[in-house]
């Protein structure tokens, strides 16, 4: 069984810095791609951030030069630092993640962390 959980959030203030962490468990062979949703109160979920193959990340419009994806492959973990926060960044925050659990078989898989919350204010 494979979770993806996510810690991080909180409160800070306009102009502030959090820094997210998705880690996997589970029996997993290999990590495909990574990313963020998010979703805000009364809106639908919105894509931030995912990994893309052979290249840089894939960023929103909307966090493009404020937020940054890493990951630990070692760790199974993926981060997002967030800077420069705006009140418009409150949301609750979704780790996805496509996964490939056994290597006699190129079939991935999608799993979602329980999502944690960011809220920007003063």
């Known amino acids: 069984q494979v979770q993806l959980v996510e810690s991080g959030g909180g409160l800070v203030q306009p102009g502030g810095s959090l820094r997210l962490s998705c880690a996997a468990s589970g029996s997993i062979f290999t990590i495909n791609h990574w990313g963020w949703y998010r979703q805000a109160p009364g809106k639908q979920r919105e894509f931030v951030v995912a990994t893309a193959s052979g290249g840089s990340p894939d960023y929103a419009d909307s966090v493009k030069g404020r937020f940054t994806l890493s990951s630990d492959t070692a760790k199974n973990t993926v981060y997002l630092q967030m800077n420069s926060l705006k009140p418009e960044d409150t949301a609750v925050y979704y780790c996805?993640?496509?996964?490939?659990?056994?290597?006699?078989?190129?079939?991935?898989?999608?799993?979602w962390g329980q999502g944690t919350q960011v809220t920007v204010s003063s």
């Open positions: 996805f993640a496509e996964i490939r659990l056994v290597a006699s078989t190129t079939r991935s898989y999608a799993y």
